[in-house]
């Protein structure tokens, strides 16, 4: 008797079903992904042998998106994306790496601030003076009060003469003093000095000084000429600290830190990139485990609604019961449920990607990026002991752990110094030289004829010294700070590493297994399409093994995902994400 026309158009889609799986299993497994094309890394000076270390562009164009796919989207507004097109969209425009690439910048200049403090310093002044006072001519303690003094006597002497050769009488030392009791001294002084002011990293401070002065001088009642005068000064002085601020350590402190931070700040920046591109990989391969589910649930839905027209078809000529035609048609409920639940997967991870990838919020951009057809990550050697090796190698956070330590140990150096007391030695030398003019007064000096010198030492010493000893301990406590930020980095690179190959291990074996669960149920299906030919299960039975197959298949896709997922976090994990993707990021200096 020939099967009723539903059973076989269900045979029908079943076969087609089991071809199509057989198709996808037989496919070989590919183990090289994408290669940036952009650069290309130096290799590392210890490879793992058994793993290709770049990755190399997808030779096959990408597929067509499943049905569902187009309907849900405006076809104007989708954009498909290889992961070697994402990667490179990330390394241009990721802000979270920009945003980091600035604190280089910044540290960078500082750094320069810091050799500033070195630069010589030049300085120019002239200044005009004029200074007027009254002086008590009585008072002996100028050499022209006294001459001042003994002018106004001889011109009352004078006048004394005159009045007595004339008869008239002679003037009293009263009057004669009367108004001139007191005389106004001018001073007149322009000035021009120079000096050249230099800071060794030693701590001395070495400087050049040139200074000349035109003097005039004179008073209310001088009648003589008075000429002026031009000293002029030459002149070397140094400072050399002999117990605090002595030597490099003291001196050099906030550039050599300034130099680690930046240093720092490099390794920042590269973590971040790292980190970017690491989660660029994840959100691809979900994207990639998103669309083809959405190619999973479509099938399971195509299969349910084929078992709801063949209950209704049965209903119809009293070969099913109506409880038939409903589960049938709550298991399409139940599989649109899942279908809506994967696309909302495939978006999130979508956005997650435009996080990523993109350099601005723009409220006019539509697009939509969807993945093209990917190969799988090449699967690593699980050797723990390499892995570790290039960690503790290659990951910015522990290079930037050491650099802090070393960072400390400078503060500490100069914490250290400033505990000792203030002991300068100061010596200075110059030659002097005073003229009518300026040229004169210089080569009187330049002769060496007037030298003067001095030399001498000056202690300071701050009585309980408080604060240096709190400095101190404060430099202690951040350096032990630091070294156990080291051991906490070790600690942190060790559970990583073994996490993440443990991870691998697991997923990898999911993987297989999951394989091997939609091995055996398409051998399910294919004896329950020869059983159902023959009468022996339900039509219902077969549909709910094709179900368990989609579902199979699902989780199938989910373990290829996570195992991409966890290849990727070793790559990051071991600080060799940019090497494995074939990417070499500027030198920063």
């Known amino acids: 008797?020939?099967?009723?026309?539903?059973?076989?158009?269900?045979?029908?889609?079943?076969?087609?079903?089991?071809?199509?799986?057989?198709?996808?299993?037989?496919?070989?497994?590919?183990?090289?992904?994408?290669?940036?094309?952009?650069?290309?890394?130096?290799?590392?000076?210890?490879?793992?042998?058994?793993?290709?270390?770049?990755?190399?562009?997808?030779?096959?164009?990408?597929?067509?998106?499943?049905?569902?796919?187009?309907?849900?989207?405006?076809?104007?507004?989708?954009?498909?994306?290889?992961?070697?097109?994402?990667?490179?969209?990330?390394?241009?425009?990721?802000?979270?790496?920009?945003?980091?690439?600035?604190?280089?910048?910044?540290?960078?200049?500082?750094?320069?601030?810091?050799?500033?403090?070195?630069?010589?310093?030049?300085?120019?002044?002239?200044?005009?003076?004029?200074?007027?006072?009254?002086?008590?001519?009585?008072?002996?303690?100028?050499?022209?009060?006294?001459?001042?003094?003994?002018?106004?006597?001889?011109?009352?002497?004078?006048?004394?003469?005159?009045?007595?050769?004339?008869?008239?009488?002679?003037?009293?030392?009263?009057?004669?003093?009367?108004?001139?009791?007191?005389?106004?001294?001018?001073?007149?002084?322009?000035?021009?000095?120079?000096?050249?002011?230099?800071?060794?990293?030693?701590?001395?401070?070495?400087?050049?000084?040139?200074?000349?002065?035109?003097?005039?001088?004179?008073?209310?009642?001088?009648?003589?000429?008075v000429t002026a005068e031009?000293?002029?000064?030459?002149?070397?002085?140094?400072?050399?600290?002999?117990?605090?601020?002595?030597?490099?350590?003291?001196?050099?402190a906030n550039l050599r830190t300034a130099r680690i931070a930046k240093r720092v700040s490099i390794l920042n920046w590269k973590k971040q990139v790292m980190s970017s591109l690491q989660a660029v990989i994840t959100s691809y391969f979900d994207m990639v485990y998103g669309v083809a589910n959405v190619q999973v649930r479509q099938d399971a839905i195509a299969a349910d609604e084929k078992l709801v027209q063949y209950n209704q078809r049965r209903l119809e000529v009293g070969f099913s019961q109506p409880f038939d035609v409903q589960q049938a048609l709550a298991q399409v409920s139940l599989d649109k449920e899942q279908l809506l639940a994967t696309k909302n997967v495939l978006l999130e991870r979508q956005f997650a990607l435009k996080r990523l990838i993109l350099p601005a919020f723009q409220a006019s951009d539509p697009r939509v990026f969807l993945p093209a057809k990917s190969r799988p990550l090449p699967l690593p050697p699980l050797d723990r002991s390499l892995w570790l090796q290039l960690a503790f190698a290659n990951r910015p956070d522990f290079q930037s752990a050491l650099a802090d330590a070393e960072?400390?140990?400078?503060?500490?150096?100069?914490?250290?110094?400033?505990?000792?007391?203030?002991?300068?030695?100061?010596?200075?030398?110059?030659?002097?030289?005073?003229?009518?003019?300026?040229?004169?007064?210089?080569?009187?000096?330049?002769?060496?004829?007037?030298?003067?010198?001095?030399?001498?030492?000056?202690?300071?010493?701050?009585?309980?010294?408080?604060?240096?000893?709190?400095?101190?301990?404060?430099?202690?406590?951040?350096?032990?700070?630091?070294?156990?930020?080291?051991?906490?980095?070790?600690?942190?690179?060790g559970v990583d590493i073994d996490t993440v190959l443990s991870r691998i291990e697991t997923n990898r074996q999911s993987q297989e297994t999951a394989r091997n669960t939609r091995r055996l149920f398409e051998e399910a299906v294919r004896i329950g399409t020869r059983r159902l030919e023959e009468g022996q299960v339900s039509n219902f039975e077969l549909v709910e093994q094709l179900r368990r197959l989609y579902d199979a298949k699902s989780r199938e896709l989910a373990a290829e995902a996570e195992l991409n997922r966890s290849i990727s976090q070793l790559w990051l994990a071991s600080g060799t994400i940019l090497e494995k993707l074939g990417i070499q990021l500027p030198e920063e200096k």
């Open 407 to 493: 960072a400390q140990d400078v503060r500490l150096r100069f914490a250290k110094n400033q505990l000792l007391p203030q002991l300068d030695l100061v010596a200075s030398y110059g030659l002097n030289g005073l003229s009518t003019t300026y040229s004169e007064g210089f080569n009187q000096s330049l002769t060496g004829h007037t030298p003067s010198w001095s030399v001498g030492l000056t202690f300071r010493v701050p009585l309980g010294n408080i604060q240096a000893r709190a400095q101190r301990d404060l430099a202690l406590a951040q350096k032990e700070q630091a070294l156990l930020r080291i051991k906490q980095t070790e600690l942190a690179i």
């Open 230 to 252: 031009y000293q002029t000064v030459a002149q070397i002085q140094l400072v050399q600290p002999l117990l605090k601020d002595f030597g490099p350590s003291a001196n050099l």
């Open 1 to 225: 008797m020939p099967l009723p026309r539903p059973i076989l158009l269900l045979v029908a889609f079943s076969a087609s079903l089991l071809c199509t799986a057989s198709a996808a299993d037989t496919q070989p497994h590919e183990t090289s992904p994408l290669k940036k094309t952009a650069t290309t890394r130096k290799p590392a000076p210890k490879k793992i042998p058994a793993e290709k270390t770049t990755l190399t562009p997808a030779p096959t164009p990408p597929g067509p998106l499943p049905e569902k796919v187009r309907e849900w989207f405006d076809a104007s507004t989708l954009q498909r994306l290889s992961l070697e097109e994402a990667i490179g969209l990330a390394l241009t425009n990721n802000l979270d790496a920009k945003i980091e690439k600035t604190t280089v910048a910044a540290e960078r200049a500082r750094v320069q601030f810091e050799v500033g403090a070195f630069d010589p310093v030049f300085s120019a002044q002239a200044t005009r003076e004029s200074n007027r006072r009254p002086e008590n001519i009585n008072d002996l303690s100028t050499s022209q009060q006294a001459l001042e003094r003994d002018r106004i006597r001889a011109i009352r002497e004078n006048t004394n003469e005159l009045l007595a050769i004339q008869g008239l009488p002679r003037l009293s030392i009263e009057d004669t003093a009367i108004g001139i009791r007191s005389v106004n001294f001018d001073q007149q002084n322009e000035r021009f000095s120079t000096s050249l002011i230099q800071r060794t990293p030693w701590g001395m401070r070495v400087g050049l000084f040139a200074e000349a002065n035109r003097l005039y001088s004179t008073f209310s009642t001088n009648t003589a000429p």
